[in-house]
């Protein structure tokens, strides 16, 4: 089994910034894509921004300029800088791995972390 483990939410100003930090454990051979995600009350989870092995990443339109995705695949974690933080930033944001477990596995494995909470004021 895999488990991510999020942390770094919390509540914030409107303005602020805020890093979250997601560490993946457990049967990992290698991580292929990893991946955040959010959920406000009300509304579907939605992507936020995801990153690659090699680096490459990609972001929702409403976070491109303000959050930064990067990972360090040494120590199997993803990070999320989130700068100018706004009211509607505020949601549940969760952590997504795509995990090889074994060295023979044709297709990763999906998982999710619990999520953390991020609150911002306006």
């Known amino acids: 089994q895999v488990q991510l483990v999020e942390s770094g939410g919390g509540l914030v100003q409107a303005g602020g910034s805020l890093r979250l930090s997601c560490a993946a454990s457990?049967?990992?051979?290698?991580?292929?894509?990893m991946a955040w995600y959010r959920q406000a009350p009300g509304k579907e989870r939605e992507l936020v921004a995801g990153?690659?092995?090699?680096?490459?990443?990609n972001y929702a339109d409403s976070v491109k300029g303000r959050f930064t995705i990067s990972r360090d695949n040494a120590k199997n974690t993803v990070f999320l800088q989130m700068n100018s933080l706004k009211s509607e930033d505020t949601a549940v944001y969760y952590c997504?791995?795509?995990?090889?477990?074994?060295?023979?596995?044709?297709?990763?494995?999906?998982?999710w972390g619990k999520g953390t909470l991020v609150t911002v004021s306006s």
């Open positions: 990153i690659i092995s090699g680096g490459s990443a």
């Open positions: 457990g049967m990992i051979f290698s991580i292929n894509a």
């Open positions: 997504n791995a795509e995990v090889f477990t074994s060295m023979i596995s044709t297709w990763p494995m999906n998982y």
